[in-house]
């Protein structure tokens, strides 16, 4: 059996860094949009995601990629913002096996409405404390990041 590859000194306080960053500002997001807007950040994410379509519709599959979501959290995210009429689902009428996200008027209002506030959360959370080029480098790690595959392979 292989020794484990374990982090050097280096890398555990920059894993411990990143993960401190991935639990906190998702938590002071999802606080901030739950406390002036009503929504989840998954929920305002799908908002988002849809307002970017000409059509503003996207197929659930597709829907669920986009916003990093399996289709069952998707579905349940979906059918809450159903429920307040800011999305509603379609069949396809070329594959009826398919269901189609629909961003409404008013789901596109609420969007509007709640846009400025998370905007102000993200800078005050992420951009006023980076600079022009942290910014630049913070791109270029996520994307590096994104590069690899999601799934871990086991240990040979």
Known sequence: MDEPRWL???????WRRCVEVLVRV???LEAQLQRDAGLTHMGYIVLSALSERPDRRLPMSRLAK??????????????RLESKGW??????????????AVLTDDGYDKLVESAPGHAE?????????????QVRQMTKLADALLQTPVEVRPQA
């Open 87 to 100: 999305v509603l689902r379609e069949r396809d009428p070329e594959d009826g096996r398919v269901q189609i």
């Open 66 to 79: 986009q916003v990093s979501a399996s289709l069952s959290r998707l579905s349940h995210v979906v059918a």
């Open 121 to 133: 959360a993200v800078q005050q959370l992420i951009f006023d404390r980076l600079s022009p080029a």
């Open 26 to 28: 998702p938590a002071a």
């Open 8 to 14: 050097t000194d280096e890398q555990q306080l920059a």
